[in-house]
């Protein structure tokens, strides 16, 4: 009891530093203040947790897209400790803005399955069509719906989930996302076309769009999307150009990047928990390039022991482990930060795809498998 009585006090302690910033003019209304103009990922740091999270043990939610199922994983034994049966075609388990729910998006079975993040009990699916991917703006009242196949980018209440506004995508295969230090914008990946799309938060309007370059062998394939801690850089990964584009966050310059190779099929992008570097998923070499923010150097590649397809995931709280899905190996790897070590793999089942660890430091959740501010 006393060890579970210093979390929490340390918890609500810490929760109480991390409301104190100070929000600028520029920032979007009702977005929580910055707690560091220079780090928009100050508040992940390990032990930051709010309070109503500070005592749950670490679990990790695995969405089976071929199994229709997702299976639940005990962080601290490695254990599968069971597996539920959701709606078709399950893409990503989805922390919502305050943390209290995951969704998980069952893309053609047109639903949302919430799980309720302290009990993990699953609860009944809400009707959402074509919730290929789910994100939540910066100020907590809007759901974000990537709905790929319907080309439409959809807010929603972030917590009936009714429509507020549908906006035609201007290209194929929305996906990712993330968005500016401000919050009033977002930039898209559009993984079929190979483009860009920047968006406004409050209008909820494309306000440009962009082609990223061919490579000689392929056309782009863009994926996850990442602004750096200083909030002046995105980071696109792009399985086709096996490599990451580096593109300035200022609107004025949006679409103009430049191609740093990382593997073959980079996919996923993570921040680890001291802000200094950049985990990426290279997917179709089984491996994990480090790249350090400071100068854009990549400092270190992970290969994953017997091989595997590391594809999207997620840090432990403390940040010591790297949670990823094994996409064409029915497996969930867990890797070490420490020593870029394979840990275990874990079988689960078919197609593991955006898996979520929970509980996560930070105030406040912009979707996807975890982006926490």
Same mark, same amino acid.
């Given at each position: @009891?006393?060890?579970k &009585?210093?979390?929490?006090?340390?918890a609500?302690?810490?929760t109480a530093?991390?409301?104190?910033?100070?929000?600028?003019a520029?920032?979007?209304?009702? @977005?929580?203040p910055?707690?560091?103009?220079?780090?928009?990922?100050a508040?992940d740091?390990?032990?930051? %947790?709010?309070?109503?999270?500070?005592?749950l043990?670490?679990?990790?939610?695995?969405?089976?897209?071929?199994?229709?199922?997702?299976?639940?994983?005990?962080?601290?034994?490695y254990?599968?400790?069971?597996?539920v049966?959701?709606?078709?075609?399950p893409q990503?388990?989805?922390?919502?803005?305050?943390?209290?729910?995951?969704?998980?998006?069952?893309?053609?079975?047109?639903?949302?399955?919430?799980?309720n993040s302290i009990? #993990?009990?699953f609860g009944k699916p809400?009707?959402v069509?074509?919730?290929?991917n789910?994100? &939540?703006?910066?100020?907590?009242?809007?759901?974000?719906?990537m709905a790929?196949?319907?080309?439409? %980018?959809?807010f929603?209440?972030?917590?009936?989930m009714?429509?507020?506004k549908?906006?035609?995508?201007?290209?194929?295969g929305v996906n990712?996302?993330?968005?500016?230090?401000d919050?009033?914008?977002?930039?898209?990946?559009?993984?079929?076309?190979?483009e860009?799309?920047?968006?406004?938060?409050?209008? @909820?309007?494309?306000?440009?769009?962009?082609?990223?370059?061919?490579?000689?062998?392929r056309?782009?394939?863009p994926?996850?999307?990442?602004?750096? !801690?200083?909030g002046?850089?995105?980071?696109?990964?792009? @399985?086709?150009?096996? #490599?990451?584009?580096?593109?300035?966050?200022?609107?004025a310059?949006f679409?103009?990047?430049a191609?740093l190779r990382?593997?073959?099929?980079?996919?996923?992008?993570?921040?680890t928990r001291?802000?200094?570097?950049?985990l990426i998923?290279?997917?179709?070499?089984?491996? %994990?390039?480090?790249m350090?923010?400071?100068?854009?150097?990549?400092?270190?590649?992970w290969?994953?022991?017997?091989?595997?397809?590391p594809d999207?995931?997620?840090?432990?709280a403390?940040?010591?482990?790297?949670?990823?899905?094994?996409r064409?190996?029915?497996?969930?790897y867990?890797?070490s930060?420490?020593?870029?070590?394979?840990?275990?793999?874990i079988?689960? #089942? #078919?197609?593991?795809?955006?898996?979520?660890? &929970? !509980?996560?430091p930070?105030?406040?959740?912009?979707g996807?498998?975890? %982006? &926490?501010?």
């Amino acid at each position: @009891m006393q060890k579970k &009585f210093a979390i929490g006090l340390v918890a609500t302690l810490l929760t109480a530093v991390l409301t104190s910033g100070s929000a600028l003019a520029s920032d979007l209304p009702g @977005m929580p203040p910055p707690i560091d103009p220079t780090d928009v990922y100050a508040a992940d740091r390990p032990g930051l %947790i709010a309070p109503e999270f500070a005592e749950l043990p670490e679990r990790i939610y695995v969405p089976n897209t071929t199994s229709n199922s997702v299976t639940v994983i005990d962080g601290a034994t490695y254990k599968v400790l069971k597996t539920v049966k959701v709606g078709k075609q399950p893409q990503h388990v989805v922390p919502s803005w305050d943390m209290k729910t995951l969704w998980v998006n069952n893309d053609l079975g047109n639903t949302l399955t919430p799980i309720n993040s302290i009990t #993990g009990v699953f609860g009944k699916p809400v009707a959402v069509h074509d919730p290929y991917n789910l994100y &939540f703006t910066p100020d907590g009242t809007r759901a974000v719906v990537m709905a790929s196949k319907d080309h439409q %980018i959809v807010f929603r209440d972030a917590h009936t989930m009714k429509v507020i506004k549908s906006t035609p995508a201007t290209c194929d295969g929305v996906n990712h996302a993330d968005w500016s230090a401000d919050g009033r914008t977002f930039v898209v990946s559009c993984e079929f076309s190979g483009e860009l799309l920047l968006v406004d938060t409050v209008s @909820m309007k494309i306000l440009k769009s962009a082609s990223l370059p061919r490579t000689p062998a392929r056309a782009p394939m863009p994926q996850d999307v990442k602004i750096s !801690p200083d909030g002046s850089t995105y980071y696109i990964a792009d @399985m086709a150009a096996n #490599g990451i584009w580096v593109m300035s966050a200022d609107p004025a310059k949006f679409g103009k990047v430049a191609l740093l190779r990382t593997g073959l099929g980079a996919h996923g992008l993570y921040v680890t928990r001291d802000s200094k570097n950049l985990l990426i998923t290279n997917r179709d070499e089984g491996s %994990i390039s480090v790249m350090r923010f400071s100068d854009q150097k990549l400092i270190a590649k992970w290969h994953i022991k017997g091989g595997g397809s590391p594809d999207m995931g997620g840090l432990s709280a403390d940040g010591k482990v790297f949670w990823i899905s094994g996409r064409y190996s029915h497996s969930v790897y867990a890797i070490s930060t420490e020593t870029g070590a394979t840990l275990a793999k874990i079988r689960v #089942g #078919g197609s593991p795809h955006g898996l979520a660890v &929970f !509980p996560q430091p930070g105030r406040y959740s912009l979707g996807h498998t975890g %982006i &926490f501010r």
